[in-house]
């Protein structure tokens, strides 16, 4: 559902354990600045706004909607240039956004990617 890679960076320390505890919580194990390993269990509401809060701050914004008609949930990134992605057919709030936040991931590592060449 949510990669460790996210969630290092959007909280800033290497994360070495995800687990899901039900449809509305999620533990979280990392390493902090000691080197000391906490695990921390987080409303996955509260957690997707913070990975939103980051997609944000890295030039793209996020909205999500319920689709008219149905039980899903559709997520449209959007950034300087416009709407750049839609996902949908997702299940709920959460998913949308952390989904729509790995696709942002994964367009920065390939951005950066293709700046190193």
């Known amino acids: 559902m949510i990669s ?4 290092s960076i959007v909280f800033g320390h290497e994360i070495t354990n995800v687990l899901i505890i ?4 999620i533990s979280i194990s990392k390493v902090a600045k000691k ?3 906490t695990t921390t269990s987080f409303n996955i509401y509260e957690l997707a706004h913070r990975c939103k809060e980051w ?3 890295s030039g793209f914004s996020i909205t999500v909607y319920k689709t008219l008609g149905y039980t899903t949930y559709t997520a449209e990134i959007h ?6 992605v839609i996902l949908d057919s997702l299940s709920t709030e959460p998913e949308a956004v952390l989904k729509a936040c790995e696709w942002v991931l994964g367009t920065l590592e390939n951005k950066s990617d293709k700046e190193e060449l």
């Open 55 to 57: 997609a944000f701050n």
């Open 22 to 25: 039900s449809n509305s919580y």
């Open 35 to 37: 080197q000391t390993l």
């Open 4 to 7: 460790k890679e996210l969630l």
């Open 79 to 84: 950034c300087d240039e416009g709407t750049i």
